[in-house]
């Protein structure tokens, strides 16, 4: 049997990773330099290659409590909806970088309304790997 800690997510470093995100979003939009894309897109890739996320370590240090005394957040979980912002933050990035004005939007609002609605307790990326799960299942049912 698997250690839990090792298994989940302080929700604190989940919501500084969400804010993260959305905060970053919007400084590009704000100021027009989309390098600021780069902080949680780097972030997130080093968080799924080298299962050290930069932001979530530095927020650790700010916990009040032991990590293990606040609500958990499953890991793997986390690791589906950290792929996810990954591919719109790369998206985004890859638009503004090239200068394709429409994919650069389409991705960088998809990924900040996700972090809005998933800092106010609905996980859209949650939703969805639900759903692919029940699709695998009965699938394999037949």
């Known amino acids: 049997m698997s250690d839990k800690k090792l298994d989940t997510i302080p929700l604190p470093l989940v919501r500084t990773n969400q804010w993260t995100i ?7 939009w704000v100021t027009g330099q ?27 240090n700010f916990l009040k409590k032991e990590p293990s005394k606040y609500l958990q957040e499953d890991k793997a979980q986390q690791k589906f909806n950290q792929i ?10 890859i638009g503004a970088v090239t200068g394709w004005t429409p994919l650069f939007f389409v991705f960088t609002i998809m990924v900040a309304l996700a972090s ?3 800092i106010n307790g609905f996980c859209i990326g949650c939703y969805i790997h639900y759903q692919w799960n029940q699709y695998k299942y009965r699938k394999s049912l037949r």
């Open 84 to 93: 996810i912002a990954v591919t719109c933050l790369s998206l985004s990035f």
């Open 22 to 28: 959305l905060l970053s979003v919007i400084i590009t």
């Open 34 to 60: 989309y390098w600021f894309l780069l902080i949680p897109l780097l972030s997130g890739l080093s968080g799924l290659f080298f299962d050290f996320h930069p932001i979530m370590r530095l927020a650790k």
């Open 116 to 118: 809005f609605i998933a």
